[in-house]
């Protein structure tokens, strides 16, 4: 059977080509049930291959929350195609109709008693089926749409290999990368020093070593950085102030012309800092240079990108590259995954034949991975004397939300500036609406007569920035959601019921009506606090409503959060729960303390939520038929202004300046 | 030459004494369980147990542990038989990327060797020491109440 994207091996399996990748979100498994459900074969029996450029479809990047919608669909019409050929087969072999045909975990059953398994067929099955025939006679699901254990946990949680960091190839050489913690412009000068067991590659800049011992390469690499010079490139103080002062480009993403209206009019100031991924394993590749042809493994969320600028870079075309996905540790967004694949690339052509293993250490991620853009926003509303909001302006001041290699004829990856020939570099920019980058969710859910909503795109970015979680979203939601309890508190409306006035979806009405009792029942206690937030991602994604509830004492504490989503038909309950209680778990770290800092290098310098600092989450899905939507990224924005509503619950003091630390509330209590 | 006992059995390796114990297990040993994630004791992810104790192995220099009884991840399932702790992060499907948690694993194996019935602010406490940034934080905690309770039957 020709079909590059399912296979029938012997062992009666099914290896499913997708072309999607396993970030930690679960998909491979959701995948898994997908086509167990449209082939009707038992969930055990499937097998996801690791995506690669060599046979996967190219189905771009794993990002936006878009796996389920994108790579569900595909792989669904892909099950449906291969259905319908094994069927016509069976049909023939059996001299049944197909109208007639059955079929149970793989075995195709025929009226007349015969009977022939996918595997006995499928070699055969070649002709191309009539429309409809693969397709599934309709009844209840039976894996879709019900929790399945993740197909990957089994492995990790034994401590088997599971991830490129793993990852063993025959005469393997480590390698390390020296840069130093801070951005620079160039390298000056470089220590002439004899290294014991280990190699120095140099390309301009760029400098890393190689070691046949990994501990080699480490102390090769340390001995280097504590002694080279560089030339630092300035970072500015302040950069929400830089933000406001260094527009590129100024852009109306909505306007809605009103009348103007009277009453009274609110206006406020929000900004959110430099977020860093922070994955727990640091970004890691291993690239093999061999007669002519580059082979990488990496943990980037886009193969084909990767490729492409792989090929810019190291001027060799994109078939002498095969480029394959291994895991890495949790992927949240544009990582150093593609840069360190860069990196080792550009490393293993000083070990032609050699496979090269870069490990960035814990130092080059924190200095080095793409953060999330800082971003200012000023909003301004107007209120009627009903308490409704007659008008609305929204104005937004950010670098690009994404830098992502592939998307430009320039490189976008760190090494390529670093180079003896360095290539001009890409700059972050932002996808059109929607979904849009740093305008992600600027434009309100809600309802507003007049609106204007403005971007100023910041070209320059003083640091590296590209696509986290949720892009812009993240501030625009803490924003707005904060924006409108301001102006809910001063129409004198519960804020449950003030959003609720500016809201026509039903689905949006029906996940705020979900929080509710929960929110009405509250009993206020000193120091205590509750608050909501709420968001359509992207206003086509998942809807999230998000309840917290915190203690402020020396520090501010979320001791409960509730989320309520509709994310339309959920795969895998249990996969969509995690997700958002991930998400909200992270983005409550994100609010509570997180602040990238040029110079950061360690867990010390950039702290992230702890066991005991982590609320207690619960997660109400609201389970329906609807086309499936991402889960990944809805809570971000939702929970950030749902903590800063309760911490001004608690006090009575506005935090508009994320994290919500307590140098900022003090700074905000005036 | 350094003796090491790993998992039960004795090893001897040949790496410098001040190589970090991380990359003898993962290279000299091939027991990659332990993973990687700062190099300098602050993120848990690769914990192992020495004498009863979790400690990172990132920090810790081979010398230290010559003659000592070293337990990693791969140490905790009897046979084929998952140990408590790894079998409740299953049931509980504690984990995304799961990158942290056979550090985890070995932390919480070593707080209840230790405190066989704790409460959940215990749990907490002795996991503060390990970082999980995908949030799995509190399917993490109900496991290890869950096996402790298993543990005890």
């Known amino acids: 059977m020709k079909n590059q994207r399912i296979r029938f091996e012997r062992d009666r399996t099914v290896w499913i080509a997708s072309g999607k990748v396993e970030l930690g979100q679960g998909i491979n498994t959701a995948l898994a049930q997908i086509a167990a459900e449209e082939l009707d074969v038992a969930f055990e029996r499937v097998r996801i291959l690791p995506p690669s450029t060599a046979y996967s479809p190219e189905e771009g990047y794993t990002s936006g929350s878009m796996s389920i919608q994108e790579g569900g669909k595909g792989l669904r019409e892909a099950c449906v195609q291969v259905r319908g050929m094994l069927l016509v087969h069976a049909a023939e072999l059996l001299g049944a109709p197909i109208g007639e045909l059955t079929v149970e975990d793989g075995t195709i059953q025929a009226k007349n008693g015969g009977s022939v398994t996918y595997w006995e067929c499928a070699a055969e099955a070649n002709e191309a089926p009539p429309a409809g025939a693969g397709v599934k006679p309709s009844g209840p699901r039976k894996i879709v749409g019900k929790n399945a254990p993740r197909i990957d946990l089994p492995a990790k949680v034994a401590g088997k290999p599971a991830y490129v960091q793993d990852m063993t190839l025959p005469g393997m050489l480590f390698a390390r990368i020296v840069r130093p913690a801070r951005p620079f412009s160039r390298l000056e000068s470089l220590p002439v020093e004899k290294l014991e067991g280990a190699s120095l590659v140099r390309d301009g800049s760029f400098v890393g070593v190689l070691a046949e011992k990994e501990e080699l390469a480490i102390a090769a690499a340390a001995k280097l950085r504590s002694q080279a010079v560089w030339e630092q490139s300035p970072v500015p103080e302040d950069f929400h102030a830089w933000l406001r002062k260094n527009v590129t480009e100024r852009s109306v993403l909505k306007e809605i012309k009103g009348a103007p209206g009277e009453g009274k009019s609110l206006k406020a100031s929000y900004s959110k800092p430099f977020i860093a991924h922070a994955s727990i394993g640091p970004s890691c590749a291993i690239a093999r240079l061999q007669e002519g042809k580059l082979e990488v493994w990496t943990h980037s969320q886009g193969i084909w990108g990767l490729r492409h600028e792989l090929s810019l870079v190291l001027r060799l075309p994109v078939e002498k590259i095969t480029v394959t996905h291994a895991e890495g540790a949790g992927c949240y967004g544009h990582n150093g995954a593609d840069d360190v694949a860069l990196d080792a690339a550009l490393l293993a052509r000083a070990a032609p034949g050699r496979p090269v293993k870069l490990q960035w250490m814990r130092e080059d991620e924190f200095a080095w991975e793409p953060y999330g853009p800082a971003m200012a926003i000023d909003l301004e509303a107007r209120l009627d004397r009903a308490g409704n909001i007659v008008s609305w302006r929204h104005e937004l001041w950010s670098n690009g939300h994404t830098n992502r290699p592939g998307r430009s004829p320039k490189p976008a990856l760190v090494a390529g500036r670093h180079l003896e020939k360095p290539f001009e570099h890409a700059p972050a920019i932002d996808p059109a609406l929607p979904p849009e980058g740093a305008g992600r969710n600027a434009i309100p859910l809600y309802e507003f007569p007049d609106l204007q909503v403005v971007k100023n795109y910041v070209r320059e970015t003083p640091r590296r920035a590209s696509s986290l979680r949720a892009l812009g979203a993240y501030g625009n939601v803490f924003a707005i959601e904060s924006f409108m309890d301001e102006l809910a508190q001063a129409a004198g409306a519960d804020p449950i019921e003030f959003r609720l006035r500016h809201l026509k979806d039903p689905r949006a009405i029906a996940v705020l009506k979900t929080l509710q009792p929960g929110w009405s029942s509250w009993k206020k206690i000193e120091n205590q606090g509750h608050g909501i937030g709420f968001a359509r991602y992207k206003n086509i994604g998942a809807y999230c409503a998000v309840l917290a509830e915190v203690e402020a004492g020396e520090v501010l504490r979320v001791k409960r959060l509730a989320l309520a989503a509709d994310v339309g038909l959920a795969i895998n309950p249990d996969g969509v729960a995690n997700q958002l209680e991930g998400g909200a778990i992270q983005a409550t770290s994100w609010t509570l303390k997180e602040e990238g800092r040029v110079g950061a290098v360690s867990w010390e310098d950039y702290p992230i939520l702890r066991f005991s600092e982590v609320p207690a989450v619960e997660v109400q899905i609201i389970q329906n038929d609807l086309p499936s939507l991402g889960a990944g990224e809805a809570a971000q924005g939702p929970t950030a202004a749902a903590i800063a509503n309760a911490l001004h619950d608690a006090l009575g003091v506005r935090v508009r300046d994320l994290p919500l630390t307590p140098e900022h509330i003090v700074k905000a209590m005036g | ?153």
Not at chain 2, 6 to 13: E, F, L
Not at chain 2, 52 to 60: G, I, Q, R
Request: hydrophobic fraction near 40%; charged fraction near 20%.
């Open chain 2, 1 to 153: 030459m350094t003796e090491l006992e790993v998992n039960g059995h004795r090893r001897s390796v040949s790496a410098a004494p001040d190589t970090p114990l991380l990359y003898v297990l993962r290279n000299d040993l091939g027991l990659v369980g332990s993973r990687f994630g700062c190099g300098t004791g602050q993120c848990g992810a690769c914990f192992v147990i020495v004498e009863d104790k979790a400690v990172p192995s990132c920090d810790t220099p081979l010398w230290s542990v010559s003659g000592k009884k070293i337990v990693t991840v791969e140490g905790l399932a009897k046979g084929s038989e998952l140990h408590p702790v790894q079998q409740a992060l299953l049931d509980e499907q504690a984990a995304q990327c799961g990158f942290c948690i056979s550090g985890i694993a070995i932390a919480a194996v070593a707080l209840l060797q230790n405190n066989s019935r704790p409460s959940e602010s215990e749990v907490r406490t002795a996991l503060d020491r390990n970082l999980c940034r995908c949030g799995a934080h509190n399917r993490v905690v109900r496991a290890v109440l869950s096996a402790a309770k298993k543990i005890q039957r």
